[in-house]
């Protein structure tokens, strides 16, 4: 009888951690100015606002392959001044690598190219199609298409939001001299990101994912990168670790952590945490030219450091 009673009560605590674990990784449930449902929707629809409206004002070159995959494309909008020697912001989208594309993601191309910015918004192939090792390796290839096809740029701006925040996190654990091109990285801007995967493994959102612990640790930053060495010579470039205050308590562990990870490694990483924005609004305000964000962004460019 005691034994019938420890058992479901150890059943019952389990339950209720992965009842708080599903809570804690399902950021629309912490937005707190509409209902979830409502803010996917708004984010949804002003993410493809402010893509078709880049289309329709900026000179661009949609659907580039930067790879012979199908889904290896990028849309590229160029500012009005025409120079092979411009800096390019690579923005990679979230979705937990299983939703949104590059037709939903242009939120910043308006402010970015009126200041003379390049930015490229990255597709890949996304869960169930592709898997995360192979999302990992697109990533990285979009960044060495931009470095050989501009090779004159004036930097290489990088940065992703929740699941394309993990994309480009990982891109500090890649070997480039493997690949033939080291990438004129200047900065990272890691947006409401996750960086170890292994709760995530155990979440309903992993359905299609299908990750498993050892893919989980093989692509989790976080771990991998407090075990690596110091980062390679050229590539210290700054990395700010971003994080909205309507976010739940394990976004925000995630960030700040990561953030001590990178620090502790020798990288050039700050975090900041965002007042009065969400998982959501965090990204839909980079369409304005005065938000923090977007300051921020100019501000690092304009530095070239």
């Known amino acids: 009888m005691a034994e019938e009673w420890r058992r479901q009560r ?27 449902e409502e803010a996917l929707r708004t984010f949804s629809g002003k993410g493809t606002e ?9 000179r661009c070159q949609l659907h580039a392959p930067y790879g012979d995959g199908k889904g290896d494309r990028m ?8 120079s092979e020697a411009l800096p390019f ?9 299983q939703s949104g594309s590059k037709d939903q ?15 490229a918004v990255v597709d890949y192939d996304i869960a169930p199609k592709g898997s995360l090792d192979q999302m990992v390796d697109q990533v990285t290839r979009s960044i060495m298409f931009i470095q050989k096809r501009y090779p004159c740029n004036e930097g290489i701006y990088l940065c992703g939001h929740s699941a394309g925040a993990h994309l480009a996190s990982m891109v500090l654990l890649a070997s480039w ?21 292994e709760p995530f493994v155990h979440t309903s959102n992993n359905a299609l994912l299908l990750l498993t612990l050892e893919d989980a640790l093989r692509n989790s930053p976080q771990q991998r990168l407090d075990v690596a060495p110091a980062p ?30 990178l620090c502790r490694g020798g ?5 900041k945490k965002l007042p009065d924005v969400d998982h959501f609004s965090i990204i839909e305000n980079l369409t304005k030219k005065d938000y923090v964000v977007t300051q921020i962004i100019m501000k690092t460019i304009s530095q070239k450091c």
Request: charged share 15%; glycine share 6%.
């Open 10 to 36: 150890s059943a019952h605590k389990l339950t209720s951690a992965l009842q708080e674990l599903e809570k804690q990784y399902s950021p629309s449930r912490w937005v707190v100015r509409v209902e979830p």
């Open 50 to 58: 402010a893509t078709k409206n880049a289309q329709a004002t900026r």
């Open 75 to 82: 849309d590229i909008y160029f500012p009005d001044v025409q």
């Open 89 to 97: 912001f690579l923005f990679f989208h979230g979705g937990y690598w």
């Open 105 to 119: 993601s242009a939120f910043m191309v308006d402010p970015l190219t009126a200041q003379g910015v390049a930015v």
């Open 177 to 197: 001299t493997e690949h033939g091109v080291v990438p004129n990285l200047r900065g990272l801007f890691l947006v409401s990101g996750i960086y170890d995967l």
């Open 232 to 261: 390679p010579a050229g590539l210290a470039c700054p990395i700010l670790v971003m994080v909205g205050e309507h976010e739940s308590p394990e976004f925000h562990r995630q960030s700040w952590e990561f953030c001590q990870t």
């Open 267 to 271: 990288w050039k990483a700050s975090f």
